[in-house]
């Protein structure tokens, strides 16, 4: 590793970030719950983002990369380190985010790391972009699930309707769908994933990628959909799924499920690779 | 070792461990603020408007959103309730106060900062909370981001009318 290797600065400027991200609702978690259990729940931070964030490093760190740091690379880091002195998460996000927009921005750096850079701004952009829309827009994204769930729900048992985030049977309230079951939680980081597959494998994302992303998208919502109709149908099921079990297990389905299609999108990708070299070595195309 | 070079690794010894040692010292946690009761200014506001404060009570299973009762005790002829659920994050406890203790209330509105609205003020509670932030970090005094979700019980009692100005209690 030379020391004046640039993409090493990079890397350091993207894992201090990182940690600067995390480790508010970390210490949160742990002060919260204790730390056997803020360790079981992972310590509140999504192992989709830590994974992105290692990815981003690794694509970002290039130990070839003959360039030192320039001035505008001076600016930029400094930029993101003052950045990171505001105590708030969100910010350093926000940050995390700019300092991918500036690295994409950059015309020197390798394909590989544009891809890097360019996760890194999405990854960053995240979270204050869904703080936005879950505070500005939080009445219409938890009544989509509230309908969705009544309408799976009312083919089981009857007069089911939605009131707003609301699920009533009759004039009882069965549920009410708080912030953090939104199914738009989950897709955001579910997205998230694919994209970040996509994009570290191909610099441009594929017909057969996009159709991966439809079916991340839908079965997203519908595995949210089905788990809030079970929390919904009785109060035993509500414990059982709403606890650090429930929510273990559902996570793990999620995290497979995203898993499989992106990688079910991938294989896509390299038979219609495959088949369309086939037809220019047998000269039909 | 260019110039540069040492400057970014004298930068990141410096303003790294300050950074996120800012982020541990920094106590306040947005998601405790879900709980927010009632306070005794707003129970003597409405006491003033002939309203007794009675109970509150827990509406979802977490301790976030108890709706707090208060009966009318100026009109013999009017048995009442009025429920009021501060919401200090966002609007997800919008329509539990159309329902408040299960029971579908005769009107509702919210008031956020003395205005009253039939729906949920979403975007000017974002930029107050935003705003918040921005004077959490200067250490100036935050502003009220707390929007309150009323509802009476019956027609005979009517907080609507209130001079919803808290501030000036």
């Known amino acids: 590793m030379g020391i004046d290797n640039r993409s090493f600065f990079y890397a350091v400027t993207i894992a201090i970030g990182a940690m600067n991200a995390v480790i508010k609702p970390a210490i949160h978690s742990i002060d919260h719950d204790g730390f056997w259990s803020a360790s079981f729940n992972l310590f509140n931070v999504h192992p989709v983002m830590v994974g992105v964030l290692l990815l981003c490093i690794a694509l970002i760190y290039d130990r070839r990369d003959v360039h030192g740091l320039s001035k505008k690379d001076l600016l930029a880091i400094t930029f993101t380190l003052v950045g990171l002195l505001i105590p708030s998460a969100t910010m350093s996000w926000l940050f995390i985010g700019l300092f991918g927009l500036y690295l994409a921005s950059r015309q020197s750096i390798t394909p590989v790391q544009r891809s890097g850079a360019v996760i890194l701004l999405v990854a960053g952009l995240r979270e204050p972009f869904m703080t936005f829309l879950l505070q500005v827009f939080n009445s219409e994204v938890l009544a989509l699930d509230a309908t969705f769930t009544a309408l799976l729900l009312s083919a089981f048992q009857d007069s089911v309707t939605a009131q707003g985030n609301m699920i009533l049977a009759g004039n009882t309230v069965r549920l009410v769908v708080l912030t953090s079951c939104s199914s738009l939680a989950n897709l955001s980081f579910a997205m998230l994933f694919w994209f970040a597959v996509s994009r570290a494998i191909s610099s441009s994302i594929s017909r057969e990628m996009l159709v991966a992303c439809g079916a991340i998208v839908v079965s997203m919502v519908a595995l949210n959909i089905v788990r809030l109709t079970m929390m919904a149908s009785s109060s035993a099921q509500y414990a059982i799924i709403h606890e650090s079990i429930g929510k273990t297990s559902f996570a793990i389905i999620m995290v497979t499920t995203v898993s499989l299609l992106t990688v079910w999108g991938l294989r896509n990708v390299e038979k219609h690779t495959d088949s369309h070299r086939a037809h220019i070595d047998s000269g039909t195309v | ?169």
């Not at chain 2, 003597?44 to 977490?62: E, V």
Request: hydrophobic content about 50%; proline content about 6%.
């Open chain 2, 1 to 169: 070792m260019s110039k540069n070079t040492r400057i970014v690794i004298a930068l990141i010894l410096i303003l790294a461990p300050f950074s996120i040692a800012l982020k541990i010292s920094k106590p306040t946690w947005i998601h405790e603020q879900h709980e927010v009761p009632i306070t005794q200014e707003f129970k003597a506001f409405l006491a003033s408007s002939g309203l007794t404060y009675f109970d509150a009570y827990k509406t979802i299973n977490s301790d976030a959103y108890k709706v707090s009762l208060f009966q009318t005790t100026l009109a013999e002829d009017c048995f009442a309730m009025v429920y009021v659920i501060p919401m200090p994050i966002n609007a997800e406890a919008e329509f539990i106060i159309a329902r408040p203790l299960a029971v579908a209330a005769a009107d509702f509105f919210f008031v956020f900062n003395g205005a009253v609205s039939d729906r949920y003020p979403s975007l000017k509670q974002w930029a107050v909370l935003a705003a918040n932030r921005l004077r959490d970090l200067m250490n100036l005094p935050k502003h009220n981001a707390i929007v309150y979700g009323i509802a009476s019980s019956a027609p005979c009692v009517n907080p609507r009318g209130f001079a919803w100005d808290l501030s000036a209690q």
